[in-house]
């Protein structure tokens, strides 16, 4: 049997969060429906944070109270302080996913909060959630590179990870926000992480703003992660991060994923419907890399 790969889907949240078009719940529910199509599994439907700063996220609560709950589907909002945590509770959501940037300033300009702020409220929240029974993931954010700050030591990464470990956490995400992060700068922040902690507490999350997004991925692969984030049709970019485009697509991490031999239980053909949805919704030309080769062999097909 082979190995499985876990595709956690951000197009939700990270992927519309920067969309200047806000789409209507009835939208992100039509998407959502696409994806779960598609066989996606593992999902961040919405991140409860204010409405001020994102209204494209206003509707979290709505969303939450009208996912399908049928099919078997992990669901996860992400919150950045603790009134995103009651109101994600509140509204059902039972994993949550808290955001800590690697720097001061990327806090700052995130979330208002100073990096030590920033710590505190991640700890307290995660606590909060071990004690309700609700799952907690901790996002540590541009862990390769800050914008304002430029490159994050090591160091700065694993003690960040302590912290959030030692406070319950039960999953870490390192995010690559900004597509800055060189294959032996990655390697080193997950074999190091993967032997302390264990690689099935880990994932991947990165942005393919140098086209880097599936190299980074191999190289975690060869650290033992078996978990990535991506975003349909490479949704996305951060609004706090100057320059930082989307996600990695979700059709290039499922189709490298199956190319090199594991089981995602995604379909391509359903990802592309769901990234001509994504278009529609947002009115921007979507697709990953791979996207002109799955036409043009679906045009193949049909002609035969
Ligand atoms: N959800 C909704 N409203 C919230 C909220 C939350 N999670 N947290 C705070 N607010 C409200 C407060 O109730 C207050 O409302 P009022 O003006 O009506 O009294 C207002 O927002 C200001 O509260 P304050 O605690 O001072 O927040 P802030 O202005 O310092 O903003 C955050 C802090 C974290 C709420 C805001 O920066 C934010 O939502 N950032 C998220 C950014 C993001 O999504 N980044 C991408 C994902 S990593
Ligand atoms: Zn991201």
Redesign the pocket.
């Known amino acids: 049997m082979s190995e499985v790969i876990t595709v956690h889907e951000v197009g939700l949240r990270d992927g519309l969060?920067n969309q200047p078009r806000v789409v209507p719940t009835e939208g992100k529910l039509r998407l959502l429906d696409a994806l779960l199509d598609a066989g996606l599994q593992s999902i961040e439907a919405a991140?409860?944070?204010?409405?001020?700063?994102?209204p494209q996220?206003a509707d979290a609560a709505e969303i939450f109270a009208n996912l399908p709950q049928d099919r078997g589907v992990g669901y996860e909002a992400?919150?950045?302080?603790e009134?995103?945590y009651e109101?994600a509770v509140d509204a059902g959501v039972t994993t949550v996913a808290l955001?800590l940037a690697a720097t001061d300033t990327f806090n700052r300009r995130?979330?208002?909060m100073s990096l030590d702020e920033a710590i505190r409220v991640n700890e307290a929240v995660i606590r909060r959630a071990k004690a309700d029974g609700i799952r907690a993931r901790s996002y540590l954010?541009v862990v390769a590179a800050c914008p304002y700050e430029g490159v994050v030591p090591p160091e700065t990464v694993f003690d960040l990870a302590a912290r959030m470990f030692d406070a319950g956490a039960d999953e870490l995400a390192l995010g690559d926000s900004t597509g800055a992060g060189s294959p032996p700068q990655m390697a080193h922040l997950f074999e190091t992480l993967a032997h302390r902690y264990g690689p099935e507490r880990l994932a991947g999350h990165f942005h393919d703003t140098r086209a880097m997004g599936l190299t980074l991925t191999w190289v975690a692969i060869e650290c033992g992660i078996r978990k990535f984030d991506s975003s349909i049709g490479g949704l996305g970019g951060?609004?706090?991060a100057p320059g930082a485009t989307g996600n990695l697509a979700t059709e290039d991490l499922v189709f490298m994923a199956t190319e090199a031999g594991f089981e995602t239980g995604i379909d391509v053909g359903g990802l592309r419907r769901a990234v001509a949805v994504a278009e529609e919704l947002t009115g921007q030309t979507l697709g990953g890399r791979i996207t002109p080769f799955l036409d043009s062999r679906e045009k193949r097909r049909a002609a035969n």
């Open positions: 969060q991140s409860f944070v204010s409405p001020k700063a994102v996220m992400l919150v950045p302080n009134k995103g109101r955001v995130n979330i208002n954010s951060c609004p706090f």
